[in-house]
């Protein structure tokens, strides 16, 4: 369970993370920070091209940067978007659904307003490591 001055820490750092998002296209800047289990914080803000599809979310620059630097365990992240609240997209669920099923995520306004839930409720019945290897029964 996430105690409320954690929960403010990591929105405090994801908006910090949001000022630097490169959004020229959408202009919907989106911070994460992404909070590991020796309580370290990777940030990530979202980054576009003109390609869109080599564009990046805030949530999995955070994810991959805290990856790439040999972390794996992760215990909370928080996203904040604009005057409304976002949830993460489904690329990121199932990137995130890859480390910590369990894990809460803050999904947070610039009001500071905010709504908590895990990673399997977000994405619930997400493809894993199980599905991958799992036997195929004889017909």
């Keep these: 369970m ?3 001055d954690q929960i403010q820490y990591l929105i405090e750092e994801a908006s910090k993370a949001r000022q630097l998002a490169y959004a020229p296209y ?17 940030s990530g803000c979202n980054i ?12 999995r620059v ?3 940067k805290a990856v790439s630097e040999g972390f ?3 215990t909370a992240l928080a996203v904040v978007t604009g ?14 659904a890859e480390f910590n099923p369990k894990m809460p995520v803050i999904m947070a306004n610039l009001l500071g307003e905010y709504r908590l839930a895990t990673v399997s409720e977000l994405l ?3 493809f894993t490591r199980a599905d991958l290897f799992a036997k195929v029964g004889k017909r």
Excluded: W
């Design 72 to 74: 794996c365990d992760f």
């Design 26 to 42: 959408s202009q919907f800047p989106v911070g994460a920070a992404l909070e590991t289990g020796d309580g370290r914080i990777f």
């Design 48 to 59: 576009e091209n003109a390609a869109y599809g080599a564009s990046m979310c805030a949530e």
């Design 2 to 4: 996430l105690k409320k």
């Design 83 to 96: 005057p409304h609240r976002a949830a993460p997209c489904g690329v990121c669920r199932q990137v995130l």
């Design 124 to 126: 619930p019945d997400a």
């Design 62 to 64: 955070a994810i991959f």
